[in-house]
């Protein structure tokens, strides 16, 4: 089974900031048929509420996120990156990979207002 | 729009098993893949299986194999998720959610169901 990291756990951070997480993969995450990305998504997840896909394909924003969220990574190494961090920001972000079953997920990262 | 609409939440004592269910509405029912992801209390999320509801097509996860049951009714457009011999460790909230066709990430989640296992 391929493992996700996420760091760091929680961050603290400004409205107005930008912010990165880091997950990281057991083992290579490989492309994805359709994309020449590794098959990586993200969600935000507020309490109380299920998950909200952000983006797929490491970088492919999903309909109606704002372009403060970008992706980036290949391999074992990915990036979720928000720049100017807004108010509705404030959430736990995921990590997952599609590669093969079963699927996983990264243990998480709460934004919280610093 | 697509939906979603999981049914309400459950208690259960230990030993016993649970049926949820999960009625798609806004789409073709047989025209995406469903799965299902659980998330116990403040945990990440893990993902349990799933159902191809063009073929009838099943996989579960191993870490639930034997326990779990994953069935559709396609003329109601709900799909089904039964959990059996209940532990306490699997009390969670249970999510369907919608693959989408390039690749198994989820764009439309159910509002999840919560299940607690409790003597």
């Known amino acids: 089974d391929i493992q996700m990291t996420q760091s760091p756990s929680t961050l603290s951070a400004s409205v107005g900031d930008r912010v990165t997480i880091t997950c990281r993969a057991s083992q290579i995450i490989r492309s994805c048929s359709q994309s020449i990305r590794s098959c990586l998504a993200w969600y935000q997840q507020k309490p109380g509420k299920a998950p909200n896909l952000l983006i797929y394909d490491v970088s492919t924003l999903q309909s109606g996120v704002p372009s403060r969220f970008s992706g980036a990574g290949s391999g074992t190494d990915f990036t979720l990156t928000i720049s100017n961090l807004q108010p509705d920001d404030f959430a736990t972000y995921y990590c997952?990979?599609?590669?093969?079953?079963?699927?996983?997920f990264g243990g998480g990262t709460k934004v919280e207002i610093k | 729009q697509v939906q979603l609409v999981q049914s309400g939440a459950e208690v259960e004592k230990p030993g016993a098993s649970v049926k949820l269910s999960c009625k798609a509405s806004g789409y073709t029912f047989t025209a995406y893949t469903i799965q299902w992801v659980r998330q116990a209390p403040g945990e990440r999320p893990e993902w349990m299986g799933w159902i191809s509801t063009g073929t009838g097509d099943i996989r579960y996860s191993q870490d639930f194999q034997g326990r779990v049951t994953i069935t559709m009714d396609t003329s109601a457009s709900t799909a089904y998720m039964e959990l059996s011999s209940l532990k306490f460790e699997d009390t969670a909230v249970y999510y369907c959610v919608r693959e989408l066709k390039i690749g198994a990430f989820f764009d439309y989640w159910g509002q999840g169901t919560l299940v607690t296992v409790s003597s």
């Open positions: 997952q990979h599609y590669n093969s079953y079963p699927l996983t």
